[in-house]
């Protein structure tokens, strides 16, 4: 594998860490370059706060993964000096052949031991749920459904209008009320009506839009506290205390493991993926960073997405997701439940270049056309649980301006509004981007975005994302 600047920033767990790294290198901080005489293993001392130097090494066994390891006391990974170390190699330095250290030969071994047991070992399995702790788990959230609906059917006989009069303190404390129900999902969505309330009452100007908000969050409180019910009570009844193949799971705050999505058998293996789009949302409900990717499967055709969450508090400590251009071959990948727009997962893969043919044959996956497209979204959002929303991929005809609206139409006739979704803030606007591209997209292509219901005139319009051409695709978010 040839080592890249991009390969660097993505093994950094924020941008700060990588910059760190790279500062390490130019002046001058690592001492005794060396490396193991088939290029596996490079190791260095890297100058830090203390009086003696940090030992650092990377191991490039697995290519695509490598096993960084430092004897400073940093909690990011990698850390500074690992990814400096990365730019020492990237820099030409150079590194003399050496034995091994015994003390790295010893964990490598190690790591490589625990490799081979989990490579032969079965999937592991979900471990036996402590029937009474459950039994009172369950209670405990049929107790918090009972409190949440009260609060849901007061507010919607009420009004809506009785928000500006509301204390969004009543909300979030609810919202806390509900955790400890273990309830994480209607806690959420409690902590954005208090979000709603303060926007009613500091901004004016924004109410129409809090007060939408506030509505569409109340139809899914509702539909999901009439779901769960019967849901928790039959688990209640039957003594079934495992992880269902139900969104409803996730919806009430469970958190699925890879052992449960694949007792659940929600998995497929040998899977190639290619990434269409990226982007990052802030969550200030959750206080937490969302980077979600969206994945073109290049042998079924099927969209889904990857999110990676970054707690606000703890930015430092979770490594950060990037963009990817490359071809990712996953020996297993696991699928969350739901409809739509499922998010996937994964822990190990490979990655290699498109070949021209898979390129060329990435935009003939799009849907057949617009209607078939619309169909498809339509049967989705029209669950109350299901975002309102649907990645998709549509065939381009031609792009064209009716008045002051951006108009797809597909080779067959059938058109669709471009627009961005407001509720995906200015940062993530990209008609304009995509208006202002110098050439038309070459014959063949397709358009990548997410369709939505747009209430504010009741049609089903388009925010794209990206380009793909039958040579390349053209991001117009990151």
Same mark, same amino acid.
């Given at each position: 594998? =040839?080592?890249?600047? *991009?390969?660097?920033?993505?093994?950094?767990?924020?941008?700060?860490?990588?910059?760190?790294?790279?500062?390490?290198?130019?002046?001058?901080?690592?001492?005794?370059?060396?490396?193991? =005489?088939?290029?596996?293993?490079?190791?260095?001392?890297? !100058?830090?706060?203390?009086?003696?130097?940090?030992?650092?090494?990377?191991?490039?066994?697995?290519?695509?993964?490598?096993?960084?390891?430092?004897?400073?006391?940093?909690?990011?990974?990698?850390?500074?000096?690992?990814?400096?170390?990365?730019?020492? *190699?990237?820099?030409?330095? +150079?590194?003399?052949?050496?034995?091994?250290?015994?003390?790295?030969?010893?964990?490598?071994?190690?790591?490589?031991?625990?490799?081979? &047991?989990?490579?032969?070992?079965?999937?592991? &399995?979900?471990?036996?749920?402590?029937?009474?702790?459950?039994?009172?788990?369950?209670?405990?959230?049929?107790?918090?459904?009972?409190?949440?609906?009260?609060?849901?059917?007061?507010?919607?006989?009420?009004?809506?209008?009785?928000?500006?009069?509301?204390?969004?303190?009543?909300? =979030?404390?609810?919202?806390?009320?509900?955790?400890?129900? @273990?309830? #994480?999902?209607?806690?959420?969505?409690?902590?954005?009506?208090?979000?709603?309330? /303060? #926007?009613?009452?500091?901004?004016?100007?924004?109410?129409?839009?809090?007060?939408?908000?506030?509505?569409?969050?109340?139809?899914?409180?509702?539909?999901?506290?009439?779901?769960?019910?019967?849901?928790?009570?039959?688990?209640?009844?039957?003594?079934?205390?495992?992880?269902?193949?139900?969104?409803?799971?996730?919806?009430?705050?469970?958190?699925?493991?890879?052992?449960?999505?694949?007792?659940?058998?929600?998995?497929?293996?040998?899977?190639?993926?290619?990434?269409?789009?990226?982007?990052?949302?802030?969550?200030?409900?959750?206080?937490? @960073?969302?980077?979600?990717?969206?994945? $073109?499967?290049?042998?079924?055709?099927?969209?889904?997405?990857?999110?990676?969450?970054?707690?606000?508090?703890?930015?430092?400590?979770?490594?950060?997701?990037?963009?990817?251009?490359?071809?990712?071959?996953?020996?297993?990948? @696991?699928?969350?439940?739901?409809?739509?727009?499922?998010?996937?997962?994964?822990?190990?893969?490979?990655?290699?270049?498109?070949?021209?043919?898979?390129?060329?044959? %990435?935009?003939?996956?799009?849907?057949?056309?617009?209607?078939?497209?619309?169909?498809?979204?339509?049967?989705?959002?029209?669950?109350?649980?299901?975002?309102?929303?649907?990645?998709?991929? %549509?065939?381009?005809?031609?792009?064209?301006?009716?008045? =002051?609206?951006?108009? $797809?139409?597909?080779?067959?006739?059938? /058109?669709?509004?471009?627009?961005?979704?407001?509720?995906?803030?200015?940062?993530?606007?990209?008609?304009?981007?995509?208006?202002?591209?110098?050439?038309?997209? +070459?014959?063949?292509?397709? %358009?990548?975005?997410?369709?939505?219901?747009?209430?504010?005139? !009741?049609? %089903?319009?388009?925010? +794209? @994302?990206?380009?793909?051409?039958?040579?390349?695709?053209?991001?117009?978010?990151?």
């Amino acid at each position: 594998m =040839e080592l890249t600047e *991009q390969f660097i920033l993505l093994q950094a767990p924020n941008p700060a860490a990588a910059e760190n790294g790279r500062k390490l290198s130019k002046k001058g901080s690592f001492t005794a370059l060396q490396k193991t =005489e088939d290029g596996t293993v490079y190791w260095s001392d890297c !100058k830090g706060s203390g009086k003696n130097p940090y030992r650092v090494s990377i191991d490039w066994s697995q290519p695509d993964t490598p096993v960084c390891r430092c004897s400073c006391p940093s909690r990011q990974f990698p850390c500074k000096h690992a990814l400096g170390l990365m730019f020492e *190699q990237l820099a030409g330095k +150079p590194f003399a052949v050496a034995e091994i250290p015994q003390d790295i030969a010893d964990k490598r071994a190690k790591q490589a031991a625990r490799a081979a &047991k989990k490579a032969s070992d079965a999937p592991a &399995k979900p471990k036996k749920p402590n029937a009474a702790a459950q039994k009172k788990k369950l209670n405990k959230q049929l107790e918090g459904l009972d409190m949440a609906e009260k609060m849901v059917n007061d507010l919607l006989s009420s009004g809506l209008g009785t928000l500006a009069g509301s204390s969004a303190q009543m909300y =979030e404390k609810l919202a806390k009320d509900l955790g400890s129900s @273990y309830l #994480t999902g209607p806690q959420t969505a409690f902590t954005r009506i208090a979000l709603a309330v /303060r #926007t009613v009452q500091k901004h004016p100007d924004q109410a129409d839009a809090a007060y939408a908000e506030a509505l569409r969050i109340l139809i899914y409180l509702r539909s999901t506290i009439k779901k769960s019910r019967v849901f928790l009570q039959n688990k209640l009844d039957t003594n079934s205390f495992t992880a269902e193949d139900s969104v409803l799971y996730e919806a009430l705050g469970g958190v699925w493991r890879l052992e449960d999505l694949h007792a659940a058998g929600a998995y497929r293996e040998n899977a190639r993926l290619i990434q269409l789009s990226f982007d990052v949302t802030c969550d200030e409900a959750k206080k937490e @960073y969302i980077e979600r990717g969206w994945w $073109l499967d290049i042998d079924s055709g099927e969209i889904a997405q990857t999110q990676n969450l970054r707690p606000i508090k703890a930015l430092k400590y979770v490594k950060g997701d990037d963009s990817r251009f490359d071809l990712l071959e996953i020996p297993v990948l @696991y699928t969350y439940p739901g409809e739509g727009d499922h998010r996937i997962r994964w822990e190990n893969f490979s990655t290699r270049a498109l070949t021209p043919e898979e390129s060329a044959a %990435l935009p003939g996956l799009a849907q057949p056309d617009i209607a078939a497209a619309v169909k498809l979204v339509k049967g989705t959002i029209k669950n109350t649980l299901a975002p309102k929303f649907l990645a998709v991929l %549509l065939p381009i005809g031609q792009i064209g301006q009716i008045g =002051e609206e951006t108009v $797809l139409e597909d080779p067959k006739g059938g /058109r669709i509004l471009l627009r961005d979704r407001k509720e995906d803030g200015p940062d993530h606007a990209s008609v304009i981007r995509f208006i202002l591209l110098p050439d038309a997209p +070459p014959a063949g292509s397709a %358009l990548f975005g997410l369709m939505f219901y747009d209430g504010q005139d !009741k049609s %089903l319009c388009l925010h +794209p @994302y990206s380009i793909v051409t039958p040579e390349r695709v053209i991001r117009l978010q990151f």
